[in-house]
């Protein structure tokens, strides 16, 4: 079974940067796709950036796009997510998950095998 476990949150000031990090362990290939999703307080989850094995695409919610950017290391299992100039409304669970496909647009939570426990974020003003 695949098992995702994230690293790097934490607390930042507006303005500042983080990077995220999530190892996948448990399986001999690399998922097809790996990503993130976050869940702020009080609201649904929501999809922010995904790339495919060959690294060949990558998506990026429109929110984050140009502040954020993923990477993949397939020969560690690991995907990783810069995020720069945060804001306050980055504040959120940050879920590391896995795929075996993709869609336009990135990933849909249903098309998601795997959630790691998730990270928090906190972005402060």
């Known amino acids: 079974q695949l098992q995702l476990v994230e690293s790097g949150g934490g607390l930042v000031q507006a303005g500042g940067s983080l990077r995220l990090s999530c190892a996948a362990s448990g399986r001999t290939v690399s998922p097809l796709t790996m990503g993130w999703f976050r869940q702020a307080p009080g609201k649904e989850r929501e999809f922010v950036a995904a790339i495919v094995r060959s690294l060949t695409n990558s998506w990026y919610a429109d929110s984050v796009k140009g502040r954020f950017t993923i990477s993949r290391d397939n020969a560690k299992n690991t995907v990783y997510l810069q995020m720069n100039r945060l804001q306050p409304e980055d504040t959120a669970v940050y879920y590391c998950?896995?795929?075996?496909?993709?869609?336009?647009?990135?990933?849909?939570?249903?098309?998601?095998?795997?959630w790691g426990q998730g990270t928090l974020v906190t972005v402060s003003s």
């Open positions: 998950v896995a795929a075996q496909g993709y869609r336009s647009g990135g990933l849909h939570y249903r098309d998601v095998d795997a």
